[in-house]
């Protein structure tokens, strides 16, 4: 069983028989901790202070009755955007192209000057001369190095620092370089290209704005133009002075047209009924009167009376010699008989003559039938007239009602588009004023310019924290870490003990290191 004790013997076992590799490794790799730090060019930070907010007087000038133009994200800070703005390519090839820092690179690419600029220099050949070979044996295309686009990336990359100050609108822009009067002037410059940049930003904005505002100003005018044309036109065409005058004028006389044709209708149904009463009193009355007759015998009845009388005498004369049944006798009565009966039949006076009038009031009814007829048709005449006119009439109100609908119609869409194209030009004068103005949409207030004094001490490499709290510690770390690997995968015997625990017999001794055969004899 391993022991605590046996754990500490075997662990600096190992540090005693691996010595000289741990202090080689140790001193080898600290070494190169300081040759890099050594080598690495000196850079001196300089830092400008900015605040950054929201400028309220942009914010007027395009909505003037407005407090802001929209509901805007309180996640998102105007100093974020800032320093997105700050990391541009734009600015950066600027800097790189004012300051010369291409032509730097390329310099020391290919003809170094200080001692730190050769040994970088053999450096980067020896880490691309395996892609110079594939070049040379047509493994790789040949490409000739972009020095502006790798002086962009160092200066984005590895030279600028951008952080915003905790829950304030603070922004910490600093810039590494390698001395310290380049480090502020690129530092200031940044700041003012940053400016120059949201506000060329915020006049190109209002400059895209103005020429969109301006076409549809052109277009909002032509688009008025072309309503007030209709518009006139509309009330030329329809003629149209004074539409709710000319309303109530006809609605006044659609109230009297209705009050006569009521008073027509009224009129003519009294009538009627006045008709129907005479006409069944005409009925009744005879349209002639007797005035006087002339009654004369009737000549049937004489002659009838007279024929009678013969027969009776001829039965009465021959009744004595026949017998009743005598067919003389029985003709006789039966002569007698039909004489009788049409004597019954005939009246013995007759109107010889009569003389007639015509009846006063039937003449009167029928004059006062005629009178009422011609009236009835005058005032149906009258009511159809009325009739029509009302109609006539209603569809004269229609039509004014339809023009007054197309007349608010027009007139309100005339309204609409010239308080638009109103608006539009208001905004066009904005947006002009705001085009050549130099307000940005960032009110940006430089707090702290950079500035760093000539004999300024280089803030990169700091060799205390190079050496002592990176190198002393990882060298020595992996100067162990390499003495635990090797002595892990040696397997040598070297003492007893672990020749003790891997076959598990008691040694019983062991034979020492023999420096030479002297020693053996």
Not at 185 to 208: F, G, P, W
């Amino acid at each position: 069983m391993v022991t605590t004790r046996d754990m500490l013997y075997q662990f600096f076992l190992v540090l005693f028989r691996r010595k000289w590799m741990l202090i080689i490794t140790f001193m080898v790799l600290l070494g190169g901790v300081c040759a890099y730090t050594y080598i690495e060019y000196p850079l001196y930070k300089a830092t400008v202070r900015i605040m950054v907010r929201q400028n309220p007087k942009q914010q007027l000038i395009l909505f003037r009755n407005l407090e802001t133009p929209a509901q805007r994200d309180i996640r998102i800070l105007p100093a974020r955007n800032l320093i997105e703005i700050s990391r541009s390519q734009e600015i950066a090839q600027k800097i790189v192209s004012q300051y010369g820092l291409d032509a730097r690179l390329a310099r020391r690419n290919q003809s170094p000057e200080t001692e730190r600029e050769y040994i970088w220099y053999w450096i980067n050949a020896i880490i691309n001369s395996p892609i110079r070979f594939g070049e040379i044996l047509g493994l790789f295309p040949e490409s000739e190095p972009n020095y502006e686009q790798n002086a962009i990336e160092q200066l984005l990359e590895n030279r600028l620092d951008i952080s915003l100050v905790a829950e304030t609108e603070i922004i910490n822009l600093s810039i590494w370089e390698e001395s310290p009067k380049l480090a502020s002037d690129i530092a200031n410059t940044l700041a003012e290209h940053l400016i120059q940049k949201t506000t060329a930003l915020d006049q190109l904005k209002a400059s895209s704005a103005y020429v969109f505002t301006k076409d549809q100003v052109e277009i909002a005018g032509q688009e008025l133009e072309r309503m007030e044309k209709s518009l006139v036109g509309f009330r030329n065409r329809e003629q149209i002075i004074a539409l709710e005058q000319e309303k109530q004028l006809k609605l006044k006389r659609l109230d009297i047209l209705e009050a006569e044709y009521a008073r027509v209708a009224a009129q003519e149904e009294e009538l009627r009924a006045q008709l129907v009463e005479v006409q069944n009193r005409l009925q009744r009355v005879d349209p002639h009167i007797l005035a006087s007759t002339v009654i004369a015998h009737n000549p049937l009845v004489t002659e009838l009376k007279a024929s009678l009388y013969r027969e009776e005498m001829e039965w009465a004369s021959l009744r004595p010699e026949m017998r009743e049944s005598h067919p003389e006798i029985t003709r006789r009565q039966a002569k007698i008989g039909q004489n009788m009966r049409q004597l019954e039949g005939e009246r013995e006076q007759i109107v010889q003559s009569e003389t007639t009038t015509l009846n006063v009031l039937h003449r009167e009814l029928t004059a006062q039938s005629v009178k009422l007829q011609a009236e009835i048709e005058g005032l149906s005449a009258k009511g159809h007239t009325l009739k029509e006119q009302l109609t006539a009439l209603k569809k004269e109100l229609l039509a004014i009602s339809g023009k007054e609908v197309t007349l608010n119609q027009l007139d309100r869409k005339t309204k609409t588009q010239e308080t638009l194209f109103l608006n539009l030009k208001n905004k066009l004068g904005e947006l002009e004023i705001q085009q050549v103005n130099r307000l940005s949409e960032f009110d940006i207030n430089i707090i702290d310019n950079a500035y760093l004094p000539l004999d300024s001490s280089a803030d990169y490499p700091d060799w205390e924290f190079n050496v002592l709290l990176i190198g002393v510690p990882s060298a020595l770390l992996l100067a162990l870490l390499l003495a635990f690997f090797i002595d892990f995968w040696d397997d040598s015997y070297d003492s007893a003990l672990k020749l003790n625990r891997d076959i598990g017999l008691p040694v019983l001794g062991r034979v020492p290191k023999l420096q030479n055969l002297t020693d053996v004899i």
